[in-house]
Nanobody
Framework: EVQLVESGGGLVQPGGSLRLSCTAS????????MSWVRQVPGQRFEWVAY????????AYANSVKGRFTISKDNATNTLSLQMNNLTTDDTAVYYC??????????????RGQGTKVTVSS
């Protein structure tokens, strides 16, 4: 059974940092590209970041570029998202996903429970 378990969220002040983790199991993590997706409660899902299966290439949404870093540890089946210089606009529930979709708001639901990030002073 495919499982994705997100963790690392919490309350942080604007300008602060958090590191999210996603522990994967039930599939060959090393051969899959991975993504992070977020959702402000009641709003649309937003793709945040993507990483190639080997970790050799990454891509970011313009809203997080230069502040967030996605990484992938194939030895421990762990996907990470280092988030720096957080703003209140980053407040959301964050999910990891296998691969990358062009549209996360049609026919997609997160596999995991997500991890909640709240940026507030």
């Amino acid at each position: 059974e495919v499982q994705l378990v997100e963790s690392g969220g919490g309350l942080v002040q604007p300008g602060g940092s958090l590191r999210l983790s996603c522990t994967a199991s039930g599939f060959m993590f090393e051969v899959y590209d991975m993504s992070w997706v977020r959702q402000v409660p009641g709003q649309r899902f937003e793709w945040v970041a993507y990483i190639l299966s080997s970790g050799a290439a990454t891509a970011y949404a313009n809203s997080v570029k230069g502040r967030f870093t996605i990484s992938k540890d194939n030895a421990t089946n762990t996907l990470s998202l280092q988030m720096n210089n957080l703003t209140t606009d980053d407040t959301a529930v964050y999910y990891c996903d296998i691969g990358r979709r062009t549209d996360y708001n049609t026919g997609w639901a997160p596999r995991g429970q997500g991890t909640k990030v709240t940026v507030s002073s």
